[in-house]
């Protein structure tokens, strides 16, 4: 569980912290559909630490309001995290209530059908969210690996 948790949401805040840097406050706070992309990387970095606690055996701990320290928090938090702490059974049960919806699950369907889609819905809604408010991002800028240039078409 520590593999596909702790090193997959530390990349993808450090991705956030570079896209908020980028952005401006301007482009954060202008409305994509219900939302500020602020609001969406805000819950993005909440959720890491609401889906990674349960199943390292951690109490939740309080998060900054402020999207920079929480960001900055978030992932300090996930650093500090060591494999021993994961329990190794993927079928424990996670009980949990996040943003208002009781979740009941196996540790591998929390993490794998409910929190990682979570976490990345809202990501994407905040990259898309910049992107409206006409920040020039690429796919590079979201996942952080280079692409080659693209070939003309034959």
Do not use: W
Not at 51 to 67: Q, S, V
């Amino acid at each position: 569980m520590y593999q596909a948790t702790v090193p997959v949401f530390r990349h993808t805040l450090s991705r956030i912290a570079d896209m908020v840097a980028l952005a401006g406050p301007d482009a954060l706070d202008q409305p994509f559909q219900d939302m500020t992309a602020r609001q969406r990387f805000s819950i993005a970095a909440g959720l890491s630490i609401e889906i990674t606690c349960p199943l390292a055996g951690r109490e939740l701990p309080d998060l900054p309001a402020a999207l920079g320290p929480r960001l900055a928090v978030a992932r300090a938090l996930l650093g500090g995290m060591k494999p021993a702490e994961f329990d190794p059974d993927p079928g424990r049960m996670i009980r949990r209530e996040i943003d208002n919806i009781p979740v009941a699950l196996p540790a591998v369907e929390f993490l794998h059908l409910f929190g990682m889609p979570l976490f990345f819905f809202q990501t994407a809604l905040g990259y898309a969210g910049l992107r409206a408010a006409g920040v020039a991002l690429s796919e590079t800028d979201f996942d952080g690996f280079a692409r080659p240039p693209a070939r003309p078409p034959i």
